[in-house]
């Protein structure tokens, strides 16, 4: 985890992948991103090279890029640092992987002020491969064999590789004009809702200052018959009256 930064990539590291992304589509080949990333590196040396704007221009160069590409979440897919590396004409998902905007602590630390409740963060997020495949952010949740993807990598990856493989062919045989335009409206689609027609309010209508009067001095006028209302001419109530 020290090594590798606890998987949390560094500005460089996006403008590398970036890099790279640019080279596939010069020279024709498909871009495959395995994501495994529980955020972007938050740490000021970060900031002072611009983890931000690196972030943001690989979402903006993946939705151009005149290339197929795929996207695997094989872990924990969290936050911008994952959102970077995950734009694709298709995501597949591990059985087991999560894919959120923000970590549960995070989350839990802003709505309920405490990181205590990331549990319950977690499970209104929908964060689980299952649910993320409802939500249609996933489109395929490959099952994981035996104990887990950890424990048989080998056997994880003939899984994937098969699945992949068919993705990309179909994706090849589309034109690349079509491919980023569907690319376009698969983002768009992304948390659509329905707008139900507003029942019609009725305008204003001004009164005059005199009908306003009325309305208060007269309890028949605001529609208070049957109420018991003083008068000067009556002995005022008793304080255990009122």
């Given at each position: 985890n020290i090594r590798?930064?606890?998987?949390?990539?560094?500005?460089?590291?996006?403008?590398?992948?970036?890099?790279?992304?640019?080279?596939?589509?010069?020279?024709?080949?498909?871009?495959?991103?395995?994501?495994?990333?529980?955020?972007?590196?938050?740490?000021?040396?970060?900031e002072e090279r611009g983890i931000a704007e690196a972030i943001a221009r690989s979402i903006g160069l993946m939705t151009r890029l005149r290339t197929p590409i795929?996207?695997?979440?094989?872990?924990?897919?969290?936050?911008?640092?994952?959102?970077?590396?995950?734009?694709?004409?298709?995501?597949?998902?591990l059985e087991n992987a999560v894919y959120s905007v923000i970590s549960p602590e995070g989350c839990a630390s802003i709505l309920w002020r405490t990181a205590d409740e990331a549990a319950t963060a977690a499970a209104a997020m929908r964060m689980s491969a299952a649910d993320q495949h409802a939500l249609g952010v996933v489109d395929i949740?490959?099952?994981?064999?035996?104990?887990?993807?950890?424990?048989?990598?080998?056997?994880?990856a003939d899984r994937l590789r098969a699945i992949i493989v068919d993705r990309l062919d179909a994706l090849a045989a589309m034109p690349i004009d079509a491919l980023v335009e569907q690319r376009y409206r698969r983002y768009r689609?992304?948390?659509?809702?329905?707008?139900?027609?507003?029942?019609?309010?009725?305008?204003?209508?001004?009164?005059?200052?005199?009908?306003?009067?009325?309305?208060?001095?007269?309890?028949a006028r605001r529609g208070l018959?049957?109420?018991?209302?003083?008068?000067?001419?009556?002995?005022?109530?008793?304080?255990?009256?009122v």
């Open positions: 590798r930064n606890f998987g949390m990539p560094h500005p460089e590291g996006y403008r590398k992948a970036m890099r790279i992304m640019e080279l596939a589509e010069r020279f024709g080949l498909p871009v495959i991103t395995f994501v495994d990333v529980p955020g972007a590196h938050p740490g000021p040396e970060s795929v996207t695997v979440i094989t872990g924990e897919g969290g936050s911008g640092g994952a959102l970077a590396i995950a734009v694709g004409d298709v995501v597949i998902a949740v490959v099952p994981e064999p035996g104990e887990g993807a950890q424990a048989e990598p080998e056997a994880t689609a992304l948390g659509a809702y329905t707008e139900v027609a507003r029942p019609e309010v009725p305008g204003r209508v001004d009164r005059s200052l005199a009908d306003r009067l009325r309305d208060l001095l007269d309890p018959v049957g109420v018991e209302v003083w008068s000067r001419d009556d002995d005022p109530p008793a304080r255990e009256e």
